[in-house]
């Protein structure tokens, strides 16, 4: 139960009290493909369930296969039409995001919508790359997943002539990152006196709303029928700080003032399948409606600099 839920809709007639499957009431999303990364808990549970009951084929790209067997052992279960598959997935690996994308090719399957939407918070840790291991798993290895997938999303939208959605979940925490924004010298070495937990998280949020917002513009400028876009889900109740000391606070106090996943989800869900969204791309949504994002966010040359930084990363990779 969500103490401070508001009932106010805005002007997609939603808000923020609004549970995913509400928001997809109505919508048949048979045909379509969609791959959720990190599926296997907190909204992403929701997110795949529900694009399964909307008739979608859902991709679960997990790191725990053991924990998305049963998630869709619990989906098949309850719906047994649902179309769901579950494929090994470690963000925090470029090789494991190389290795995904490769078998996902070797299915030959369209892709009409990509979620990225796993993400963690940690203290400081490198990554199996030398890279800050929160800075690695919610923003560069969504980067690298997405330019993998993005030639297969653009032909499928054209061979469709259905629109694709490329959705990046952030969060509103990204207006409290660092006063430059990105800490690029804090990617690879533990400088104690800058890092901060939640500023490197903040961080990692402002680098999902920058990339999406650069890819929609790339995609303009392209002229391809494919979208993206980030948001924010509101404070949910999940295991993301599960390593930190913050994980005792969000099991207990936490789930009284916090959205339930099932409210969580609904953006995500919102933007992936709602035709209100057609067309809109490069827009920053909270509560099923578009919001405004930090003027962080907003800087297109930061937009672009983080964009060439992590094309060198995966590229040296």
């Known amino acids: 139960m969500w103490l401070f839920r508001s009932k106010r809709s805005g002007p997609s007639g939603f808000s923020s009290s609004n549970t ?50 049963a998630v869709k052992e619990a989906i098949v279960k309850e719906n047994h039409d649902a179309k769901v598959d579950v494929m090994e997935l470690d963000l925090s690996s470029m090789a494991s995001v190389r290795k995904f994308a490769t078998e996902y090719k070797s299915l030959d399957l369209p892709l009409n919508i990509l979620i990225n939407n796993a993400g963690l918070g940690s203290p ?30 653009k032909n499928t939208a054209c061979q469709s002539n259905l629109e694709g ?21 804090t990617l690879f070495v533990s400088l104690t006196n800058r890092y901060n937990l939640w500023k490197a998280y903040s961080q990692s949020k402002l680098a999902n709303v920058l990339h999406a917002n650069e890819l929609a513009r790339r995609l303009k400028e392209d002229g391809v ?23 005792g ?24 399948l709602h035709p209100n969204v057609k067309g809109v791309s490069g827009e920053y949504f909270k509560d099923n409606n578009i919001s ?6 907003q800087d297109i040359e930061l937009a672009k600099k983080l964009w060439g930084f992590s094309m060198k990363l995966i590229h040296n990779s």
């Open 165 to 185: 959605r490329i959705i990046n979940v952030s969060s509103d925490l990204h207006k409290h990152s660092y006063e430059e924004g990105i800490l690029f010298s």
């Open 292 to 297: 405004k994002s930090d003027p962080k966010a």
């Open 225 to 247: 029928q494919v979208t993206a876009n980030s948001l924010h889900p509101g404070a949910v109740a999940t295991n993301i700080f599960r390593n930190t000391f913050l994980s």
């Open 20 to 69: 995913a499957e509400e928001v997809t009431h109505g919508i048949d999303a048979t045909g379509l493909t969609a791959i959720v990364t990190g599926a296997s808990s907190g909204i992403g549970v929701e997110t795949a369930r529900v694009l399964a009951l909307r008739g979608a084929r859902v991709i679960m790209a997990v790191r725990n296969m053991t924990a998305g067997r």
């Open 124 to 153: 400081f840790k490198l990554s199996k790359d030398n890279i800050e291991l929160v800075f690695a798993t919610n923003h560069l290895g969504h980067f690298l997943l997405t330019e993998l997938l993005l030639e297969t999303m």
């Open 249 to 272: 606070f969000v099991s207990t106090l936490g789930r009284l003032v916090f959205k339930n996943v099932q409210q969580g989800a609904s953006t995500t869900c919102y933007i992936a």
